[in-house]
């Protein structure tokens, strides 16, 4: 089945630095590639995607690298404010198959 | 409605004790997924709906647990027989794709196994 690694774990940044996570994954059937953004207490919040067919995305201060050959996707934060701290996660999905891994998650702190 | 809801928002029970855990999915969405998450980790996949089918069961930990969607809209998680190692937060996400992207996440039920 799928793997998914997600790297670092904990990551703490100054306000205004910029932020970067990256996940790795197993199943080169995977082609749907989502992060979510979860804050204590709270569901999971969709902030960007990305498809095996795009190498980048971007949506304002958020972007989603993918390197289908080496099989690994970034996320990137620029200009990084304390709102930005919660726990981000990765996820690998098959939509064909509807089978969906998620990362262990990444709790990032930026710092005023 | 909203955004997908579940309910109940909490649950405690005893061990042995049966649980059904609600989600109600916002309408018209396809893809149904439960996801198990235990403290500091991130969800793990349980199980699948493509509207009322159940395609993937995979993920469910034992013959204990059982999801159905009868309708294509609702669908409840059941866990008989409780145990400790149960204790988690179920959660619940829809999407309005049959491949599950962008997918929607409810809060959650908060069970607890005492």
């Known amino acids: 089945g799928e793997n998914v690694e997600q790297h670092p774990s904990t990551l703490s940044v100054q306000e205004g630095d910029s932020a970067v996570i990256k996940c790795t994954y197993s199943d080169s059937a995977s082609n749907y590639f989502p992060w979510y953004k979860q804050e204590l207490g709270k569901r999971p919040q969709l902030i960007i995607d990305?498809?095996?067919?795009?190498g980048e995305k971007k949506d304002q201060r958020i972007a989603v690298t993918l390197n289908k050959t080496a099989k690994h996707f970034s996320l990137h934060i620029t200009e990084t404010q304390p709102e930005d701290s919660a726990v981000y996660f990765c996820a690998g999905i098959n939509t064909n198959a509807g089978k969906s891994t998620f990362g262990d998650g990444t709790t990032l702190t930026v710092k005023p | 409605g909203a955004g997908v809801s579940q309910s109940p928002r909490y649950k405690v029970a005893k061990r042995g004790q049966d649980v059904a855990l609600r989600c109600d999915p916002i309408s018209g969405h396809v893809s149904l997924f439960w996801y198990q998450q235990a403290l500091g980790q991130g969800p793990e996949f349980l199980t699948y709906?493509?509207?009322?089918?159940?395609?993937?069961k995979s993920g469910l930990p034992s013959d204990r647990f059982f999801a159905e969607r009868p309708e294509g809209s609702v669908s409840t998680l059941k866990i008989q027989r409780t145990q400790q190692e149960d204790s988690a937060v179920y959660l619940c996400a829809s999407s309005l794709t049959m491949g599950g992207t962008e997918a929607f996440f409810g809060q959650g039920t908060r069970l607890t196994v005492v």
């Open positions: 709906f493509q509207n009322e089918a159940q395609l993937d």
């Open positions: 990305i498809r095996s067919n795009v």
